[in-house]
């Protein structure tokens, strides 16, 4: 286990009863590092800590801004019709003692602290038609509770973060770098990628800018940042560090871009890549069930895009990682950014094959739902 030699000087910022001596690892984030902390009083909350990279979110107040106006959105309208239930479906930080949501500690290091949800699990897999749908509906939920927020009111916390433009461009500039010796290897996939990005900069094209709406989005819902209850049903979604401006279709498609996959996303057997329909069937349910009431038409015939984009995105931004030098995502061994590439690519390559079916899903379940409405 990775230990965090100053975590006296950090717990003790916090107003909390954590037992420093309970330190452990959480979770499988690529970009923080994530610890649980019991409670020294038995019964009491336990806790998470969690170290923000800051060279990668490189302004920790500003972010820390974007999550407290959105938490306090979302506890708001919970707490309208649910107030026993805020505190669990909705992530509570805890503050400083000097009253900000952060800590920088003596080392330079910016850290924040959340109460942990018990009985609560995550997947990276999905496994049953139910938590698939009950992941459709929290993030369905999590839009249409945020869809009277002004995006305005949010800081950009990573520019173009899913802008497929400027992450090819930093593809090509990787390759003409070349760092590591690295871009002649992979000339397979550069190709592959270099034959689809023109389709995949639809959401750049001035004419869908037009007519799609920016909205408070999450920008980061593979599935394993919604947490259900012990009986499977939605509870929460985390992980609120990239809520800024963004098109709906695109937390729509990195949810599918982790449930339709049948494995990991960095599944090295690409074979075993295969989409699950009835999971996307069930999501796709799920989240129209709690978005469909504000959706406009042009964003429901966007969301197909979006179930293209995230994981060719991914796959370019992987596949420049890797290039670099893995300086962006932890690796666990070397190669695996390029293990992730290809893992993406393929699943890219599968869901192309099936686009026309999947969008006619979508526009058939739209249906459906709309006809419940009226
Ligand atoms: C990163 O750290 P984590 O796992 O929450 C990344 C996401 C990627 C994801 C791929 C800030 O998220 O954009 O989709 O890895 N976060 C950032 O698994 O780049
Ligand atoms: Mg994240």
Known sequence: MQSVENISEIVSNFNC???TASLANFGSGHINDTYFLKNLHAGGNDYLLQRINHHIFT???A??????????????????VDPANADKEVMTLIPGRDGKYYYQDKLGNYWRMCYFLSDTKSYDVVETEKQAYEGGKAFGKFQCMLADLDPDALFEVISDFHNITTR????????EQDLKGRAASVKTQLDYIAGHSAAMQYFQKPEQQAILPKRVTHNDTKFNNVLLNSNDEAQCVIDLDTVMPGYVAYDFGDAIRTIINTTVEDEANLDKIQLNIPLFNAYTQGYLFAAGTFLTEAEVNSLIMGVLLL???????????????????????????????????RLFEMLYA????????????????SSVQN
């Open 63 to 80: 972010l820390t801004d974007n999550m407290c106006l959105v938490i306090d959105h979302l506890k708001a309208k919970v707490n309208a």
């Open 311 to 345: 994981p060719y995105m991914q796959a370019v931004r992987f596949l420049t990682d890797h290039i670099n030098g893995d300086t962006y995502f932890k690796i666990k061994f070397e190669g695996h950014n390029l293990q992730r590439a290809k893992a993406q690519l």
């Open 59 to 61: 302004n920790v107040p």
């Open 354 to 369: 099936d686009k026309e079916a999947l969008h006619a899903t979508i526009i058939k379940q739209m249906e459906n739902f």
């Open 168 to 175: 090819l461009a930093a593809l090509q500039l990787a390759i």
């Open 17 to 19: 009863a954590a037992d």
